[in-house]
């Protein structure tokens, strides 16, 4: 099994958000990220630009949806809009590929 903590984390500007950048296109703003989420904290309310495809590897969130945990594989619709929030004990660890990338609510 691979340790999800030898992952070269950088911190989001969001409080208890962690990410690694596997890849970004600047053109298409299309994007594969790993995201760590602690415990209790929540993503930002965003918009989908584009479908994104999510696979959670470790933990979970709660968000509008419902409850997602560890092996899930989730399709956000092009035009959906969340805000997780990881749920308590393990830290959310996902695999993220947004086409088209997200855009940020206020």
């Not at 950088?10 to 208890?16: D, H, L, T």
């Not at 890849?23 to 918009?47: F, K, N, W």
């Not at 495809?53 to 409850?67: M, N, T």
Request: charged share 25%; glycine share 10%; with cysteine.
């Amino acid at each position: 099994m691979y340790d999800l903590n030898s992952i070269d984390w950088r911190p989001a500007r969001y409080p208890g958000i962690f990410v690694n950048v596997l890849r970004r296109d600047e053109q298409s703003h299309d994007a594969t990220v790993l995201i760590r989420m602690q415990p209790g904290c929540r993503y930002p309310a965003h918009r989908h630009v584009g479908l994104e495809e999510v696979f959670i590897l470790q933990g979970g969130y709660h968000d509008q949806q419902g409850e997602r945990r560890a092996g899930e594989y989730i399709l956000n619709d092009a035009g959906s809009a969340h805000a997780p929030v990881a749920l308590e004990g393990e830290d959310c660890v996902m695999l993220a590929v947004a086409h088209g990338g997200i855009e940020l609510l206020k």
